[in-house]
Structures are given as structure tokens and as C-alpha cells.
């Protein structure tokens, strides 16, 4: 690989770890990956990361929770560490693009506090937990249920 030296955590519930493990059993790279149970809202964050990911949760939670993700992160990771938050985005008058307009339907039918988010939310957040030096990545951008990538750095 292009590092041999990385090592990956996975913080996940235990019935989402029973499918992952299997899954990293069979990885070449499986001496690498730490397989952690817990929740991420309750749980503490082990410290010096240099980078978090946090892919499709945060439509899941409410403000409050996202904002205690990002200061969670912003406190686990190392000075100049990243934190990417992937997600589908939503825009700033919350009526569209529309496939992020109907999931966040679905979330707010389906969470307590759950919905998609606009990268003003997510900027916000982030820059009131620290983070600076933003940069968005759009993934597969020609689909219709593209998501996103947020960059957020913390600052050395």
C-alpha cells in the first residue's frame, strides 16, 4: 500500500461490528483495523487522530448532536488533522436539489431529530467547533442522489 504504517479505527454499534468483521477478515490490511464498540454520541473519542471520517451519520442526528460530533472530533483529532464528513447536502433554502429535499423527509419521518443539511449548517458548525480551511468535494455529481464530501482542518 501507499502507507504502511496507516491504521484505521472503526467506532460502530455491535450489530453493524458483527458485519464489519467479517468483512475485515478477509482484508489484507486486517492487523491494521481496530474495530471499536460503542456509540458516537456517548462514547469517548480515542485522541490523536489526523483524520476522521464521519460518512452518512449526520442526517441522522440533530443540530445539537451534530455540533457535539464536531467538537468530539475536534478534540480527538492532532494539530492540522481532518475531519470529512460525508453526506448528501442539501441547499440553503431547503427545497432542493430534490433527492436530498425527499430524504430529508424520510429522516425527519423516520429519526427524532434527523434531516439532510446545508453546507452553511455544516460550516457553521464546524468553524464554531474550530475547524478552518473548508473545502467541499461533490461525489458522483452527474446522479441525482450525489453526496458530498466536507472538508474541515484543524488548526496546527
Request: proline share 5%.
Amino acid at each position: 500500500g501507499l502507507n504502511p504504517a496507516l491504521q484505521a479505527d472503526i467506532l460502530d454499534v455491535p450489530q453493524t461490528l458483527f458485519v464489519t468483521r467479517e468483512i475485515v477478515s478477509k482484508s489484507p490490511v486486517r492487523k491494521r483495523i481496530r474495530l471499536l464498540e460503542g456509540n458516537y454520541l456517548t462514547s469517548d473519542f480515542d485522541m490523536g487522530y489526523d483524520l476522521i471520517l464521519m460518512s452518512h451519520i449526520t442526517h441522522d442526528e440533530g443540530e445539537s448532536e451534530n455540533r457535539l460530533l464536531f467538537n468530539k472530533a475536534y478534540q480527538a483529532l492532532n494539530p492540522g488533522g481532518l475531519l470529512l464528513v460525508h453526506d448528501f447536502l442539501i441547499g440553503e433554502n431547503k427545497t432542493g436539489p430534490l433527492f436530498p429535499a425527499i430524504f430529508s423527509i424520510n429522516m425527519l419521518v423516520y429519526t427524532k431529530k434527523g434531516q439532510t443539511y446545508s453546507w452553511k449548517e455544516y460550516k457553521n458548525w464546524m468553524t464554531d467547533a474550530g475547524f478552518s480551511r473548508f473545502k467541499r468535494f461533490n461525489i458522483l455529481p452527474h446522479l441525482d442522489n450525489r453526496s458530498s464530501v466536507l472538508l474541515g482542518e484543524k488548526r496546527p
